[in-house]
């Protein structure tokens, strides 16, 4: 069975303090992995589509990273306005469904 | 107006209230998805329409009902709903089905029984 998983389920960090978020997955035949930010009272917003193993994406101080079982996205230098949850999601190549991780909330205080 | 838009943004019913959610996409994508997003779960899938033909049913009970009248438009009718259906309600759109390109979400409705 599919699954995709979110550690940690929250994060604080200080504003400035750099930090990953990871997501691993059990997905037979990857298509994408899409990573999204969710804000309060909001639908998940993309931010990268990553394809394959090793391809890195970057948007400001978000940087996203795929190995074949992980994917990781760095927070370099956050900003209170970083703060979101993350989501996580796979698209297998057969099917036409994204399977999401639970989420990784973020708290940056300044 | 662009991007995905959902109406209304807040909804209360009681249990044998009937209503409907509505997503409009302004995107000219072809496909769209209903999603339901509780606490502390996974966004989970309940419908996908392709050029609005039904192709996927994520063993949704019959109480949810999806109508897609056109390419833009995505509606979910909802009756005799119980206290475990409130949550929030998510469509997404996106280029074709099964493509590479992301889903692009609306802002959902935050529906709440009682």
């Known amino acids: 069975e599919d699954q995709v998983t979110q550690s940690p389920e929250a994060l604080r960090l200080q504003e400035g303090e750099s930090s990953s978020l990871n997501c691993s997955y059990t997905v037979s035949g990857l298509r994408g992995l899409f990573w999204y930010r969710q804000d309060p009272g909001k639908g998940p917003e993309f931010l990268f589509t990553?394809?394959?193993a090793g391809e890195e994406k970057e948007k400001e101080r978000l940087k996203a990273t795929l190995t074949k079982k992980e994917s990781f996205l760095h927070i370099t230098a956050p900003k209170p306005e970083d703060s979101a949850t993350y989501l996580c999601a796979v698209h297998k190549a057969a099917g036409n469904k994204l399977t999401f991780g639970g989420g990784t909330r973020v708290l940056v205080k300044p | 107006e662009t991007g995905v838009t959902q109406t209304p943004r807040h909804l209360v019913m009681g249990m044998t209230n009937k209503k409907s959610l509505k997503c409009e996409q302004h995107?000219?994508?072809?496909?769209m998805y209903w999603y339901k997003q509780s606490a502390k779960k996974p966004l989970e899938l309940m419908f996908v329409y392709s050029l609005e033909e039904r192709v996927e049913n994520n063993s949704v009970p019959s109480r949810f009902s999806p109508e897609c009248p056109n390419s833009s438009h995505l509606f979910l009718h909802l009756h005799t709903l119980q206290p475990e259906d409130s949550a929030l309600y998510l469509c997404a759109s996106s280029p074709i089905l099964q493509g590479d390109q992301p889903q692009h979400f609306g802002d959902g409705t935050r529906l709440s029984i009682l």
């Open positions: 995107l000219g994508h072809n496909a």
């Open positions: 990553l394809y394959s």
